[in-house]
């Protein structure tokens, strides 16, 4: 084995640092190609072993591989591998290829000294490490975190699972009136079938007695894990709340809200893309940490540890949020929740609104919940509702749901939450208090630096036009802030919806914006309406004023509208209203957007919203006069 170290390992905090002029000891930042890893250094030698492990075909896939190394002292050492591409490509190319954490298990080794010594990654999440591990995250929760803690016990759902405490206890649906306890809350996917779930026309029957050998392996897992922390009642959405009643869905879903906020924990089943996948098994090999011996310089063997990261996306490595991490619903469920624990594929993740930390005690780079707990925090500390609202949108909108009218219900748990900081009225996704502010969004359609097509519209109804549920895909919005503050050059009169739903925060059947702003006309240029690039303002063909479609437009009988799939595209030049909603200044490049909406004439007096744009200019709209604009 290899003795002597190497110049950049005989005093790494001098050569090739990434930060080379910032020297601090406790710290230690390096990126290095992967050939100037030393065969004669023993630490050289370790690193390599460990990335050949993780990434086997590096030398034969790879032009220019490089080695990120992250070392912080008491932690985990974080290693990045990833590939600059061939000599004389692009100099800004850089492809993901693995990462994986480096550390120490029982006593710290002088040789390494700044490896932090970490606990046992277990290779099932139902171990008795994990448990002692889930323990000792309650206990300092409770004694130490004062952003975590509830001023009283809670009052239980108004349909609760009782599970008892032991594998003997019998089952079964409750019905509660203002009794206080603790339970824990379930947060998982449905899958295509549910086999079990409370109807009108069993309950009675669920009521009485649930059989083990009926619920799905999901909800088994739950309950093993229930009766592990000694509680004695879950909520479950399947099971306690009528799936066949619109009423009864309606008016529980609107309480999601306080339901996982108040539960003791939320149990996320990260893992289980359906109901029928457990998530309490042994994991895959690959996810168990492996030991790499190392030979100290007192001639003692010792084991360093290494563990794969669970991140897939090339472009910031997050860790792998599972099927759940992709269901809409699961988001609010988990920005709701005081405590969380993620049962992934690769690891069992603690979260709360103080902390968030894996088994192993490694602090994971980045989660499914994007941190969610700690947004609701910062509103309440003080932080602008309105911006993180944006921000919570922009993540929610990326994930899947199985009924798209669901959009704004699956949301409707946070809506009611940020009502208590913002104190305005919600309309369909937006916030009365802050319009015009809020109807600044705009259709994403690059995503990692690559254009996507526009959609079609749906043929059902979603939301106004106005309104961001109305239309698919990410979204981008306009926030308010001390460098760039926005300046309302229009004025909301008049903003309704109507529902039939008893969620105050649903579904909606209809809604108007009425506003009063100046309105300029405008001719829109589209060469392909499936390319957003090719949507272009002004009459000189040289215009560089780009528009953002909210969808695929065709033209119709002299307007613009929505395309559907029956609708047959071409190119188009047509005139069309625009309206200033405001501006917002750069002050560091001195230069001042302008937000604008485009909208077309429906019938002699309404008008529908196709598009948003931003300009550097207002000559449009010079000398034109103050209008009052009914949209829908």
Same mark, same amino acid.
């Given at each position: ?49 460990? #990335? ?33 591409? +061939? ?46 591990? @889930? ?83 999901? /909800?088994?897992? *739950? ?8 509680? +004695? ?55 168990? *940490? ?14 360093? /540890? ?49 902390? #968030? ?27 602008? +509702? ?95 802030? @001390? ?126 919203? /196709? ?18 604009? /009914?949209?829908?």
């Amino acid at each position: 084995m290899a003795s002597a170290t190497c110049r950049f390992c005989h005093d790494p905090f001098t050569v090739g640092l990434e930060e080379p002029d910032s020297i601090n000891r406790d710290r230690l930042r390096a990126f290095l190609p992967f050939c100037e890893l030393q065969p004669d250094c023993r630490y050289c030698c370790l690193l390599r072993r460990m #990335i050949v492990h993780f990434v086997p075909d590096i030398k034969q896939h790879y032009a220019r591989p490089h080695v990120w190394l992250l070392l912080e002292k008491g932690c985990a050492a974080r290693v990045e591998v990833g590939d600059l591409g +061939a000599e004389g490509g692009r100099g800004d190319f850089y492809a993901h290829i693995s990462q994986f954490y480096v550390y120490l298990q029982h006593n710290p080794c002088h040789d390494l000294p700044l490896l932090g010594c970490l606990g046992r990654h277990s290779v099932r999440p139902d171990s008795e490490e994990c448990f002692e591990f @889930v323990q000792r995250q309650i206990q300092t929760c409770f004694e130490l975190h004062g952003r975590c803690r509830r001023p009283s016990e809670p009052l239980l759902p108004r349909r609760i699972l009782s599970v008892g405490r032991s594998d003997t206890d019998n089952i079964r649906l409750v019905e509660v009136n203002d009794q206080i306890g603790t339970y824990a809350a379930l947060s998982h996917c449905w899958g295509t079938s549910q086999p079990i779930r409370t109807l009108t026309t069993n309950i009675a029957q669920i009521k009485r007695h649930i059989p083990w050998e009926s619920l799905q392996s999901v /909800f088994r897992d *739950a309950i093993r894990v229930c009766r592990r922390l000694g509680l +004695a009642y879950i909520w479950i959405d399947t099971l306690c709340i009528l799936q066949d009643n619109k009423e009864d869905w309606d008016l529980e879903s609107s309480k999601m809200c306080q339901y996982y906020e108040n539960a003791y924990i939320t149990i996320s089943a990260t893992a289980s893309p359906s109901s029928f996948v457990p998530f309490l098994k042994e994991r895959a090999i690959k996810w168990r *940490a492996q030991a790499f011996p190392f030979e100290c310089s007192d001639g003692k063997s010792i084991n360093i /540890f290494a563990r794969r990261d669970s991140g897939k996306s090339d472009d910031d490595h997050k860790e792998d949020p599972g099927a759940l991490g992709s269901r809409a619903w699961a988001l609010q469920e988990t920005l709701l929740s005081k405590r969380v624990l993620y049962f992934t594929e690769s690891e069992l993740v603690w979260e709360c609104r103080s902390c #968030i930390l894996a088994e192993d005690d490694i602090t994971p780079y980045g989660l499914c919940s994007a941190r969610l707990p700690q947004l609701l925090l910062r509103c309440e500390e003080g932080v602008d +509702a309105y911006n993180l609202w944006h921000t919570l949108v922009k993540a929610y909108v990326l994930r899947q749901l199985t009924i798209e009218s669901d959009r704004l219900p699956a949301l409707s748990g946070a809506a009611a939450k940020f009502q208590s900081f913002t104190e305005s009225d919600y309309v369909a996704g937006l916030w009365v208090k802050n319009l015009p502010l809020d109807l600044c969004w705009s259709v994403n359609y690059l995503r990692d630096g690559v254009g996507l097509t526009p959609a079609l519209s749906s043929s059902n109804y979603l939301a106004p036009s106005w309104a961001w549920p109305s239309v698919t895909g990410s979204i981008s919005f306009v926030d308010n802030n @001390v460098e760039q503050p926005f300046v309302s050059l229009a004025t909301v009169t008049h903003v309704e919806c109507t529902r039939s739903s008893l969620n105050p925060y649903g579904q909606v059947d209809s809604g108007h914006l009425v506003l009063r702003a100046r309105i300029a006309r405008i001719q829109l240029t589209c060469t392909n309406p499936t390319d957003f690039y090719t949507y272009i303002l002004g009459c000189d063909e040289d215009s560089t004023d780009h528009m953002i479609p909210d969808s695929i437009l065709v033209a119709s009988h002299g307007r613009i509208r929505k395309a559907v799939a029956t609708d047959e595209l071409s190119p188009f030049s047509l005139e069309v209203s625009c309206i200033l909603l405001g501006r917002d200044e750069d002050e560091e490049v001195n230069v001042s957007y302008f937000h604008m909406l485009l909208i077309d004439q429906v019938d002699a007096n309404t008008y529908s919203r /196709f598009g948003y744009t931003a300009l550097d200019s207002d000559e449009y709209f010079v000398e034109k006069p103050e209008q009052t604009v /009914f949209i829908i």
